[in-house]
């Protein structure tokens, strides 16, 4: 079972949707903090963009670096053994546990 609506969402003015049902999945509000109403509504639409392009993009991004991930791991293992590149460990490690966070729920 997903643990979220599946992607891609549609996009459209303030709302991200299921573009199967239509059915509104986030609601983006302008927040008064001392901008004016143009300057809350722009940064309104990029922050809804932004949301729109991280969420599409995601499930891509995750398994792209896993198999980078894998690849590098492989090319520690046989071609560098027991002389790895500086910080090529911690290279992997990093990605590994961003992977973990990305794929965790909160």
Not at 66 to 80: D, P, T
Request: charged share 25%; glycine share 2%.
């Amino acid at each position: 079972m997903s643990r979220h609506t599946s992607t891609p969402w549609a996009l459209t003015d303030r709302y991200l949707r299921d573009p199967k049902t239509g059915a509104a999945i986030a609601q983006i509000f302008e927040m008064a903090d001392g901008k004016n109403n143009e300057q809350l509504k722009i940064e309104s639409q990029e922050n809804i963009r932004f949301i729109y392009n991280a969420v599409n993009s995601h499930e891509r991004l995750i398994s792209a670096a896993k198999n980078c991930v894998e690849l590098l791991s492989m090319i520690a293992e046989v071609i560098c053994k027991n002389n790895p590149p500086p910080d090529s460990l911690k290279y992997l490690k990093e990605a590994r546990e961003a992977i973990a966070q990305a794929e965790a729920l909160p």
